[in-house]
């Protein structure tokens, strides 16, 4: 049985809860959110952690091989996301003390 890299399931943990966050109106101060705001943090934050480690497991694994330019994509990707969750997440609390 051939062994999954962690990198690609934390990319589609990350994708997906982004997506989630955006479909929610999580980030639009002006929009009224589906879901209620501990849900949402935590839902950033989950998202964070996730992306995180992927980053940090496929950075580990790359090093150790750099001839996979494919993982090196994905330790980017989940570096991405880890920043945009991480922001998310702050925004979300701005935006509820705020208003």
Not at 33 to 44: E, I, K, N, R, S
Request: aromatic letters at 12%; charged letters at 10%.
């Amino acid at each position: 049985m051939k062994k999954f890299p962690f990198p690609w399931v934390a990319t589609g943990i990350g994708l997906t809860v982004a997506m989630a966050l955006l479909r929610i109106g999580a980030l639009n101060p002006n929009v009224e959110p589906a879901l209620p705001l501990l849900t949402m943090l935590f839902m950033a934050e989950f998202g964070f952690l996730v992306s995180l480690a992927g980053a940090v497991s496929g950075a580990r694994t790359w090093f150790a091989q750099r001839d996979n330019f494919i993982l090196l994509g994905l330790v980017l990707a989940c570096v991405v996301l880890a920043g945009g969750l991480f922001w998310a997440g702050l925004s979300i609390w701005r935006n509820s003390v705020m208003s």
